[in-house]
């Protein structure tokens, strides 16, 4: 769904072919050493985007799902 997001708002119209793809595996590497990774500044920009994006989608979530539960709460009381 992230990605989704990041698709619908265009934040890769203006990027390289190769900062997309790193911000993209950033999605599902694991980093297997503690150094920190030097980002250029349209890459520290997307990962900033990547996570609004991420809180966004989160939020949603949270949103839908509380308000399933209502739906399904109020549907188990009319049956009882």
Do not use: D, Y
């Amino acid at each position: 769904m992230i990605i989704t997001e990041l698709v619908f708002e265009n934040v890769f119209t203006p990027m390289e072919p190769a900062e997309i793809v790193a911000l993209l595996s950033s999605l599902v590497f694991q980093q297997k050493n503690t150094t920190t990774p030097r980002l250029t500044p349209r890459l520290e920009a997307g990962v900033e985007t990547m996570k609004q994006a991420a809180a966004f989608v989160a939020r949603t979530q949270v949103c839908a799902c509380t308000r399933l539960r209502a739906h399904a709460l109020a549907c188990m009381h009319c049956c009882l």
